[in-house]
């Protein structure tokens, strides 16, 4: 039914261009705050994987007779069942450091090469310490790097 000389117009429900920039700013400002906090959940995991996987390789070494001279596959990285972050290595060591000690590197072309903690290490005695990650590099101390939190 029309009007006289009126066309009818229907209204459609939809979002103005305002409304849209203030969505996309609010998502982007939300963003800006969460994606850093992601990416230190995601750094914080995988040196808890590497830690895990010392501890797990120590207990492996620590029960072997004679010693073990190689670890074997599933605990020669970390995580143990999906793409390696981290590769482990068993070095001979001395009396001083109670025989041998376990190296967790970060995996070249992971997400952990740029670490600031670089590579982990675990001797026989529990001695925890952690190695730069490059040449010139300092890394942080064991308690910050080992710290579970």
């Known amino acids: 039914m029309a009007h006289k000389g009126k066309a009818m117009r229907i209204r459609v429900p939809a979002f103005t261009l305002l409304e849209l920039a203030m969505t996309l700013a609010a998502v982007a400002i939300v963003a800006m ?3 850093p906090s992601w990416r230190s959940q ?9 830690m895990t996987a010392l501890y797990r ?6 029960t072997q007779t004679p010693a073990a001279t190689s ?4 605990l ?10 981290y590769r482990l290595r068993l ?5 001083a450091n109670g025989g041998y000690v376990i190296t967790a590197s970060p ?3 992971g997400p952990m090469y740029d670490d600031a903690c670089g590579t982990f290490t675990l001797d026989a005695t529990g001695m925890r310490g952690n190695q730069a ?7 942080p101390g064991a308690e910050e790097c080992w710290r579970g939190r």
């Not at 995601?42 to 590497?50: K, L, V």
């Not at 390789?57 to 620590?62: E, I, L, P, T």
């Not at 670890?71 to 599933?74: F, Q, R, S």
């Open 33 to 35: 705050f969460a994606v």
């Open 42 to 50: 995601i750094a914080r995991s995988h040196r808890i994987d590497a």
């Open 57 to 62: 390789a120590a207990q492996f070494v620590d």
């Open 71 to 74: 670890l074997p596959a599933g």
């Open 76 to 85: 020669d990285q970390a995580p143990p069942e999906s793409a390696a972050v």
């Open 91 to 95: 070095l001979p060591g001395d009396e």
């Open 107 to 109: 995996v070249e072309s």
């Open 133 to 139: 990650a490059h040449a010139g590099a300092a890394a």
